[in-house]
């Protein structure tokens, strides 16, 4: 069994007991544990079930590569699936269950998938989900649906907060262990700006755990006194629980740090993304014990050799009573001593290789360890839980040779470092022949702008395993790095680490070598994923040869530990099945983050209200108040209509319009884009960006105007006011003012560089209210001022600068509604007061304001068109009737050589015109003008489209424009729009301006 | 001009650093060429400040001067001064070509200060806030969050926030929320 320890455990506070509950038990941990130690501590060796077999599955690591102890973690807000037990810090009250079984963990009916394993393998859902198409809907997906999958899906809102955080340094280090600690101190002593991020609460990585000297002094006291060293530093920052999660170009990259999940009650942000830009990166990550491949070693109690050193020396937990060391280096015999130590049983190591260990395994022999050369493990014996395992040659087919009782298997294979962070930029890894692992080829780092490399390895993660070397190396790099980053370096002295020598592994990529196929089937490479050898070799039998695409035919690597202890393993199995040498296969591509990061922090803090800016005009408190229905209109909202009493909306918009026709409205237009363009070159430039002349508009005049792309379509439109002989003011759409903006210094920075124009958006600048109607004027006129806005002081069509009561107002004579109208822009910060004005003073025309909707039917009812509705980036201007706007006599304007193509000058094109249903209904949105027939699909012909279709209380009844093909030369012809209910609607092709169709109401 | 109100009208808030809507600014974009005879006297003759460096802020008596881009200045003067700063440097740039906008409404400032200042701030702008790149009379033109903004220091070590109008209490909200209790960083200003 699993238990706690009178000894170790280093990291506990055996002061400070926390309760904890897994699948609604009730167990008591330390502070300092790890759940999956507090677990263990309690017996609890079986955590989880597996992905595709539901086989019972135990821990097999003690960190970020664990594969198989992922939890559901928390409640309600608080909830989040796999979560790996290794890396969750044991707090008071934490709630947690297994994870992919049905209906219990102790009884999953899904394991019948594992006798049913035959059936199957890699591939299988390619070749059985294949047809028919409807089988996949109704009978497959259900059932992979309930038998597949890890975690659950939260169903509560996230009830953390989170945030980002940008910083500069001069050198990262990550990783918080001997040789990132060595790197950190180099870098920071000769002045640089250093940043070392370490992923788990404690300094020094395993060095406390493999033990050893440094200088004469103990590893652990060697760390403390670096990490006091570190702290004085003003230039070094210390930060535990931040994880290194990707390594971007330019010297990006981020550090995911975990506020609060060790104590979720703490106030403050859960997690917060560092987003940094460092000069020189140095990863110092260390390396990953690999499993062996043998038949059952998925067996709850098989663990790597160092997880099990791990939780005895950092928890005080035993992993199991009687241990079988299963290894092909001398590492593992470390963890066979701290087992005996501890007064733990280990009734054999079985060294794979031929030969034996060295001084390591001497030593063990001495102490009366029973040592079995050239062995292996043939098969595990037990289910749930390790009962013993069957020994074999490992030269042979797995003919047993013995069976030994035990509770659990300490394996090692070997070890990899850790170049993910390396290589998410683009360093290139080495095989190395002697130590059997891929690691970074220092040659071949990756580079940054000025080709010169940014990421540098130190310690195990470059490849040396030894304690002494890994101090040099880590100082090295620490060095070269603050060099890189520009700072002088006198080469220090490393301090000197305890050597033991140690003889070379031997590579092990499966159990027995000859391992036949039914201990293939059992011998597993991906936990979670359930990837076992017999599957990588089916690939490569079917003719998978890239280890890309064998990783998604067989799905090794491809589960949340994107293959973390599997990797190296797949590979090399991969290899030997085609028979070709290991680098020759490479590995697959290692992409951030190095563990899944929280979506809260990527997301930072915007959530709830500042999930997104919302734009406020400076009346919009005062729409909010005054039963304003908001619409979205870019990231504005503008009111769509103004309710009153339990009225619909259609009632209000109805109410609006008439009001605005019989007697005077007000709209707040502040939204509306205005920039000021100007200098000697004003007029050419605008005469090239609008297709009408603008350079021929007289100071004190408007001009309506038209904006098309290099391709001839219509992107804006709006009013241009000359202000003087060198300035122009141009309005634009809501949705146009920053895009016409940075259209407009576009052309101007890199085509017309030379021409002297200069713009500014001052959209919001200005308060812009239109006061329309019949009784505009009077209104107006009630708040004095010295402006004259008399038909003659102020012309339909001009504008005018001075003071309407105490403001300083700019009125234009410009009409959207076909009424008497003025839009009268004023100071943003007294466009409250100026409209609070205009209600009183329009009290006794019952004034009020109208929405977007009101404006939107008051233009169709004149046959003004919207960018946006008539509009959808493939329409030109003549298509909308408007030649009138498009200049003949320049010689060039933006758009202008497009619509000449053929196409575009076509006869044959839709085109606008109106539209008046013969029963006076409204056009349902979005339909088309069917025609005869269908086409090659079967489908309805179609012959044009509506593109505005209201009701116009004005006219009681529905109107529309729309395109259609022929466009005003099918005048009073009748054609039919479909209908959602599939049948059609008869309507009149009509003129398109439906109302005071000779603009007299407008020009009062 | 009693009638002209701020766009948030002075809210404040007091997290681990205060945030407060500063009183109307006069604000005038200028744009032309900084390195002219006519720009130099023409931002002196309205503030009594020099061009500033890239970058840069320049206090002068009556007004300060931001670098914003390689042809372009922002101009801050008192509220009330504003038209008349504009007419002075339209007249002083009157023979050259250049651009003189008014855009004072159209903006909003906050100013935050306390020890951890750097720290909200550099949870919201991509920005180096260190004490040795960002000081007194530096001036970033980058975003806050999801908006565009400027940030500049003050010799008072207080930094000032402009952002555009509309989108005032989103900046107003975005800096309380990282200015709230319980997310010190302790990076910038360590305890």
């Known amino acids: ?1004 | 001009m009693s009638k002209a109100v701020s766009a948030l009208d002075g809210v404040t808030f007091d997290g681990f650093a205060k945030v407060e809507e500063t009183r109307l600014r006069g604000m005038i974009t200028v744009r032309g060429d900084l390195a002219s005879k006519e720009m130099a006297a023409a931002v002196t003759a309205a503030t009594g400040a020099a061009v500033p460096e890239v970058r840069k802020v320049t206090f002068g008596n009556t007004g300060a001067v931001a670098w914003m881009s390689p042809d372009e200045l922002l101009v801050v003067v008192d509220y009330e001064a504003a038209n008349t700063t504009v007419a002075t440097l339209t007249d002083a740039l009157k023979d050259s070509h250049a651009l003189v906008a008014n855009v004072s409404d159209a903006r909003a400032v906050f100013r935050l200060s306390g020890d951890s200042s750097r720290d909200v701030l550099a949870k919201l702008a991509p920005v180096d806030f260190a004490k040795d790149a960002f000081g007194a009379a530096d001036i970033r033109r980058s975003r806050i969050a999801q908006v565009p903004a400027a940030v500049w220091g003050n010799e008072d070590g207080s930094f000032e926030v402009i952002c555009f109008r509309s989108v005032a209490q989103y900046v107003f909200d975005v800096l309380k929320v990282s200015a709230q209790p319980g997310g010190e960083v302790g990076f910038h200003c360590r305890a």
């Open chain 1, 1 to 1004: 069994m699993s238990t706690r320890l009178t000894t170790g455990g280093r990291l506990l506070n055996k002061s400070k007991q926390v309760t904890f509950s897994f699948n609604g038990k009730q167990f008591t941990g330390f502070e300092g544990d790890t759940l999956a130690s507090a677990l263990l501590a309690n017996d609890q060796m079986l955590m989880g079930r597996s992905f595709k077999y539901h086989r019972p599955r135990g821990v097999v690591a003690s960190g970020a590569e664990e594969p198989n102890a992922l939890v559901n973690l928390g409640k309600g807000g608080k909830f989040e699936p796999n979560q790996r037990a290794t890396t969750t810090e044991l707090y008071d009250g934490l709630t947690c269950t297994s994870q992919n079984h049905w209906p219990s963990l102790e009884f999953d009916v899904g394991v019948v998938n594992n006798y049913a394993a035959r059936a199957l393998p890699a591939g299988f859902y390619y070749k059985t989900f294949m047809a028919p198409a409807a089988a996949w809907k109704h009978v497959f997906e259900p059932i992979v649906r309930h038998s597949a999958g890890l975690g659950k899906a939260p169903k509560d809102r996230d009830a953390d907060r989170y945030e980002h955080f940008y910083a500069f340094f001069d050198v990262v280090v990550v990783g918080g262990g001997v040789a990132g600690l060595m790197a950190a101190k180099a870098a920071g002593k000769v002045g640089a700006k250093v940043l070392l991020m370490e992923q788990t609460a404690h300094w020094g990585g395993r060095a406390p755990v493999d033990g050893g000297k440094v200088d004469g002094v103990k590893v652990d006291d060697f760390i403390d006194a670096t990490v006091a060293e570190l702290e004085v530093m003003d230039n070094v920052t210390l930060r535990n629980r931040m994880m290194g999660a990707g390594v971007y170009d330019h010297g990006y990259i981020l550090g995911y740090e975990r506020l609060t999940d060790h104590a979720p009650l703490m106030d403050g942000p859960r997690h917060r993304l560092w987003r940094i830009r460092a000069k020189q990166i140095v990863t110092a990550t260390g390396a990953i014990e690999r499993p062996l491949s043998f038949a059952g070693n998925d067996i709850p109690g098989v663990m790597l050799a160092s997880a099990m050193r791990d939780y005895i020396v950092n928890h005080g937990v035993s992993s199991g009573d009687r241990v079988v060391v299963v290894a092909n280096n001398d590492d593992a015999y470390r963890t066979a001593f701290t087992l005996k130590i501890h007064g733990l049983d280990v009734p054999v190591i079985l060294d794979a290789r031929p030969n034996g260990g060295g001084p390591l395994a001497d030593a063990a022999r001495e102490q009366g360890f029973r040592v079995e050369n050239g062995k292996g493990i043939a098969k595990v014996k037990g289910g749930k839980r390790v009962t013993g395992v069957a020994i074999c040659s490992q030269a042979g087919e797995g003919a047993v040779l013995e069976e030994i009782a035990c509770d659990a298997v300490a394996m090692s294979g070997g070890w990899s470092p850790v170049v993910h962070l390396w290589s998410h930029c683009g360093g290139k890894l080495i095989w190395d022949e002697v130590q059997a692992h891929f690691r970074p080829d220092p040659d071949r780092a990756p580079t940054s702008h000025d080709g010169n490399p940014f990421v540098s390895t130190a310690g195990t993660a470059s490849g040396p395993l030894k304690l002494d070397d890994v101090l040099v190396d880590g100082l090295k790099a620490g060095e070269a790095a603050a060099e890189a980053a520009g700072f002088i370096v006198t080469a220090a002295e490393a301090p000197k680490g305890e050597v033991h020598d140690e003889a070379p592994l031997q590579a092990c990529w499966l159990m027995p070598q000859g391992a036949g196929p039914k201990l293939r089937m059992k011998a597993w490479l991906d936990y979670q994923n359930d990837v076992k050898v017999s599957d990588v070799k089916l690939a490569a039998q079917e003719g998978y040869e890239s280890v890309e695409h064998t990783k998604r035919y067989t799905t090794l690597g491809m589960a949340t530990d994107q293959g973390k202890l599997s990797n190296i393993n797949g590979l090399a199995v991969l290899s030997d099945a085609l028979n070709q040498p290991i680098p020759a296969t490479g590995t697959t591509t290692f992409r951030p983050p190095y563990t899944p990061i929280s979506m809260g922090a990527i997301a930072g803090e915007a959530r709830d209200e500042v999930f997104q800016p919302l734009r406020r005009t400076p009346i919009h408190d005062w729409h909010e108040a005054s039963g304003a229905f908001f619409e979205p209109v870019g990231h504005w909202r503008r009111p769509y209509c103004f309710l009153r009493g339990s009225e619909s909306h259609a009632d209000a918009v109805s109410r609006e319009i008439r009001q605005t026709r019989d007697s005077v409205g007000l709209l707040d237009a502040s939204t509306l884009g205005k920039i000021i363009v100007k200098g000697p070159d004003a007029g050419k430039f605008l005469d090239m960006m609008y297709t009408n002349m603008m350079s021929s508009l007289k100071p004190g005049k408007c001009r309506y105007g038209l904006m098309c792309n290099e391709n001839g379509f219509l992107i804006d439109d709006g009013v241009v006011a000359r202000i003087d002989e060198d300035t122009f003011l141009c309005h634009t759409t809501t949705g146009g003012a920053e895009r016409i903006h940075g259209w407009m210094e576009d052309w101007l920075q890199c085509e017309w560089w030379d021409w002297q124009v200069y713009t500014a958006n001052v959209t919001e600048q200005y308060a812009q209210i239109a006061v329309v109607g019949p009784n505009a004027r009077k209104v107006i006129e009630k708040l004095g001022g010295e402006m004259d806005v008399s038909k003659e002081g102020l012309a339909f069509m001009e504008w005018k600068d001075g003071k309407i009561g105490g403001f300083d107002a700019r009125a234009y004579r410009i009409s959207f509604s076909g009424e008497l109208s003025y839009e009268i822009a004023v100071p943003a910060s007294q466009g409250r007061a100026f409209w609070d004005a205009l209600l009183e003073a329009g009290a006794e025309f019952n004034i009020m304001p109208y929405g977007t909707e009101a404006l939107h039917v008051m233009r169709a009812e004149k046959g003004f068109i919207m960018i946006g509705d008539e509009t959808d980036g493939t329409v030109i201007p003549q298509d909308l009737n408007m030649q009138w706007a498009i200049s003949k006599k320049k010689e060039d304007f933006l758009g202008k050589r497009a619509q000449m193509r053929d196409h575009m000058a076509s006869d044959d094109r839709w085109k606008l015109a109106g539209f008046e249903t013969e029963d006076g209904s409204v056009i349902p949105d979005g339909a088309y003008i069917v025609n005869h027939g269908t086409n090659a699909n079967g489908q309805r012909n179609v012959q044009g489209r509506v593109t505005s279709t209201y009701y116009s209380p004005t006219l009681d009844r529905g109107i529309a424009m729309g395109l259609i093909h022929g466009g005003m030369k099918r005048l009073g012809d009748v054609v039919e729009f479909n209908k959602v209910d599939g049948s059609t609607v008869k309507a009149k092709v009509v003129d398109p301006v439906f109302y005071d169709k000779d603009g007299e109401k407008q020009n009062v």
